[in-house]
């Protein structure tokens, strides 16, 4: 079965663009042939819980469509992180060449250890909610009410305003 699964980029290391652009076509290739790729534009933000001095962010967010289970996409994500220069042990929000998480699984809640699904936190950060509204304005939630957009628009981050970096890349 394919799902309609939601993925974030991050990167405030190195060649943010160039990372982001890395794990996207990497993505791409785990999507089901002919099926439709959203992809949001590139924003810069400020770091969230991050320590001091650490630099701005890259975000933006990915939806493809993926044959398999939330655990396959997670290893398969975990790799991207890897392959692209991201250490496997590391210290919590702290800098890095590239962050890939699962948002979303389709209609699929899961909550384990190694896994939440919908990622949680994701409608509580605008930097990961904007670039998702771009994209999926009327996307609800599995468990939720409101749409994307209905979440941005109530969100009371404390977050600065995103800067566009890249429309289309």
């Not at 699929?108 to 909610?129: I, S, Y």
Request: hydrophobic share 40%; glycine share 10%; net charge negative.
């Amino acid at each position: 079965m394919v799902h309609r699964v939601g993925i974030a980029l991050g990167s405030n290391l190195g060649d943010r663009l160039g990372c982001l652009c890395a794990a996207r076509d990497l993505l791409f290739d785990l999507a089901v042939g002919g099926s439709d790729v959203l992809v949001a534009p590139v924003y810069e933000t400020e770091p969230v819980a991050c320590a001091d001095g650490v630099g701005d962010f890259y975000n933006t967010v990915i939806e493809v469509g993926y044959e398999g289970d939330p655990f396959g996409l997670l290893v398969e994500t975990q790799r991207i992180e890897r392959e692209l220069g991201r250490c496997v042990v590391r210290e919590r929000n702290a800098p890095r060449e590239i962050d890939v998480d699962i948002l979303y699984f389709g209609d699929v809640v899961v909550r384990e250890a190694d896994l939440c699904v919908p990622h949680l936190g994701l409608l509580e950060r605008r930097f990961v909610l904007e670039p998702l509204s771009d994209i999926r304005p009327d996307l609800v939630l599995a468990g939720e009410e409101l749409s994307v957009s209905e979440h941005l628009a109530g969100l009371e981050s404390g977050e600065s305003p995103l800067r566009l970096v890249q429309r289309d890349w």
